[in-house]
């Protein structure tokens, strides 16, 4: 099940929050993934700004300042379910 899912089917605040943190640690993981590979494939001129994949490794580390990085989600997710 996925956290709009559980939004949809009005679930508990805790539930929508583990699934929450899962999907965002997966979602910045994939993102970070994406981008490092899209930078390696370029080569060296991929960090330039003359080809976007740069901007989306930017993008990549921003995103998780602002919304917590995949080891702020999986020790949050661990703190709901008890651990």
Known sequence: MGAHRAID?????TTIARLASIAKARCND????IAKEG????GGI???D???IGFFLKRARVAEMLFG??????DRYAKLEGY
Not at 9 to 13: C, S
Request: glycine share 12%.
């Open 39 to 42: 930078v390696q494939m370029h």
């Open 30 to 33: 994939t993102f970070n993934l």
């Open 69 to 74: 990085d995949s080891g702020h989600h999986r």
């Open 9 to 13: 089917e009005g679930r508990d605040d």
């Open 50 to 52: 003359e080809h976007d």
């Open 46 to 48: 991929g960090m330039t």
